[in-house]
């Protein structure tokens, strides 16, 4: 079974300037997170989708941050305008239903500079 | 808001030692608490996944307890082995949302 798959794996830019980062889930996981783990911290919860629709987003700064899951399979996240203290590894994982085990990508790495 | 909480941050141990990591949250009311390791410049897998209604889990040389009333949970590692350093996080699910520690790095000296 192929695991989530995340793109870019890296990317630095400079502030003010928009990004986005790609995520394809599990086959068949209907729920879908993204996560910002900022160095030296565990992951914090940005947005959960289910098919696609948002369960819940209280932690995703809206100003600059949105994210969408049209079709109810892959997902994207993007930020604009960048601020330096968004360089962070971005997470996608995927749950078969919600709140089950959860299945991590390897990440984005962005640098903000 | 929930807040969840690992000791020790750090921990070397000799290889083929027993082991436990911590972790401690502050609200009882959780759905499940999940724990995961992750490796340095990879995303995260899960290790074990306790129901609230559960008392442990186990897998392989893994044993995770949970004690909801005490806000606690433990990994338990059997005969620790240097494939087995490595960064253990714990994860609160509090329905909708869930919380994570900042994580026990964990070195086997071989």
């Known amino acids: 079974e192929a695991g989530v798959a995340q793109s870019p794996r890296y990317k630095i830019i400079e502030k003010r300037q928009s990004v986005a980062f790609w995520c394809n889930p599990i086959?068949?996981?209907?729920?879908l997170y993204w996560y910002q783990q900022i160095l030296g911290q565990g992951p914090k919860l940005l947005i959960q989708?289910?098919?696609?629709?948002?369960?819940?987003d209280s932690q995703l700064p809206k100003d600059r941050f949105s994210a969408e899951r049209l079709k109810g399979v892959d997902s994207t996240l993007k930020i604009q305008p960048a601020k330096l203290e968004d360089s962070a590894v971005y997470l996608c994982?995927?749950?078969?239903?919600?709140?089950?085990?959860?299945?991590f990508g390897p990440g984005t790495r962005l640098l903000v500079l | 808001k929930q807040e969840v909480t690992q000791i020790p941050a750090a921990l070397s141990v000799p290889e083929g030692e027993n082991l436990v990591l911590n972790c401690s949250f502050t609200?009882?009311?959780?759905?499940?608490l999940q724990w995961f390791r992750q490796d340095p410049g990879k995303g995260l897998t899960s290790l074990l996944l306790?129901?609230?209604?559960?008392r442990e889990q186990t897998s392989g040389r893994l044993n995770a307890s949970l004690d909801k009333s005490s806000g606690r949970s433990t990994l338990y590692i059997a005969a620790s082995q240097p494939g087995d350093s490595a960064t253990y996080l714990c994860?609160?699910?509090?329905?909708?949302?869930?919380?994570f520690g900042t994580g026990t790095s964990l070195t086997v000296i071989p």
């Open positions: 994982a995927s749950s078969l239903v919600r709140s089950e085990t959860q299945y």
């Open positions: 086959s068949g996981h209907a729920t």
């Open positions: 989708f289910q098919n696609n629709g948002v369960v819940d």
């Open positions: 609200d009882s009311a959780i759905y499940n």
């Open positions: 306790i129901q609230s209604s559960q």
């Open positions: 994860a609160v699910n509090t329905g909708n949302q869930f919380y």
